[in-house]
């Protein structure tokens, strides 16, 4: 299967180094990528394509703030300098380019910053400008009828969550650390309206592992995935659950991811794409070159070790509330 990467050093730009989302971490995401995985430019996305989840108003705000030499904060933990907006935009951009090379046949990771599934139609926030996965998704359906996004990231997705919550054209999937920032993402937040089941919500205690993924993964979102059938799969990709994440939420290993992406192609039977949101951690381009050796269709053995008992508890909740 072919596989590509959407990376630049323009994704440098946005940058403050006493911020732990800065660019020496898009530096270590690329640091691994295997030679088999083609080198895609990046590219920006128009503000018409932000304009179909993002209010206008947001969108010019960030930019004003962009004009000005300097930082400016927009919350406590999100920030932007000059440039930021121009660095936002080929984020988004490049996420819908991953979007269109997996419809097209191919696998496609955009490595892109700043992250995105965190900011809401109004709102920037925890280290999020715009939510890259969610304008390639509501781009994905001017194509298609049907798309998922899966975030596995440490922390709940909640601006794709919002925005995508009364939709029954998007099944959103998110597995997270519970009580962590920012706070969303319970198992009673399914969906509301015509989009009522098409939300499914996995917070999980501190410190899971591999078996608890796994067993999640199965059990729960490959199930979802096989029900709803989507056109496409885009992956919300944090590797902040990493062992060796500052995060110091979860215990995966770089490994791990391979895994992981392994039981997603499975479920859909068709190429992924994938946008990086958090990891912030020294194994994140070892994660990052695990998940394209799984795309790449490399063997991969599924663990089959126990869950703790509050993850099969979880399941168990979920396995309830499933479209």
């Known amino acids: 299967m072919r596989c590509s990467a959407v990376f630049g050093e323009e994704f440098t730009v946005h940058e403050l180094d006493t911020h732990r989302e800065n660019r020496e971490r898009i530096l270590r995401a690329v640091s691994h990528l295997p030679d088999y995985a083609s080198h895609l430019s990046p590219v920006e996305a128009s503000v018409a394509d932000l304009e179909r989840v993002h209010h206008r108003r947001h969108i010019r705000m960030i930019e004003y703030f ?18 930021s907006f121009e660095t936002a935009l080929l984020a988004a951009g490049s996420s819908i380019l991953a979007a269109e090379r997996a419809l097209d046949g191919e696998h496609c990771f955009a490595l892109v910053r700043p992250p995105g599934h965190h900011a809401e139609p109004d709102r920037a926030m925890g280290f999020c400008l715009f939510n890259n996965a969610a304008v390639a998704a509501a781009w994905a359906l001017e194509q298609v009828d ?12 909640n601006g794709t969550q919002k925005i995508f919550y009364q939709s029954d054209r998007v099944l959103f999937c998110s597995v997270h650390m519970r009580n962590a920032f920012p706070g969303t993402g319970w198992i009673d937040e399914i969906g509301e309206g015509r989009g009522m089941g098409f939300t499914l919500n996995a917070p999980l205690q501190q ?5 608890d993924y796994t067993y999640l993964f199965s059990r729960v979102f490959a199930e979802a995935l096989g029900h709803f059938k989507p056109d496409l799969l885009i992956i919300s990709a944090g590797q902040d659950a990493l062992g060796d994440d500052p995060m110091n939420g979860m215990r995966l290993a770089p490994k791990d991811f391979r895994v992981l992406t392994r039981i997603l192609m499975e479920a859909v039977g068709q190429p992924l794409a994938l946008v990086l949101e958090g990891g912030y951690g020294p194994s994140l381009g070892e994660a990052v070159a695990e998940i394209f050796y799984a795309l ?3 063997p991969v053995q599924i663990p089959t070790g126990m869950p703790r ?10 396995e309830k509330v499933m479209i």
């Open 296 to 298: 790449h269709d490399g």
């Open 309 to 318: 008992e509050s993850t099969r508890r979880t399941v168990a909740q979920l």
């Open 66 to 83: 962009s004009s000005f030499d300097g930082i400016h904060y927009i919350d406590m933990d999100t920030y932007v300098n000059k440039g």
């Open 146 to 157: 049907r798309v998922a996004v899966l975030d596995w990231d440490l922390h709940h997705g």
């Open 207 to 211: 410190g899971c592992g591999i078996d």
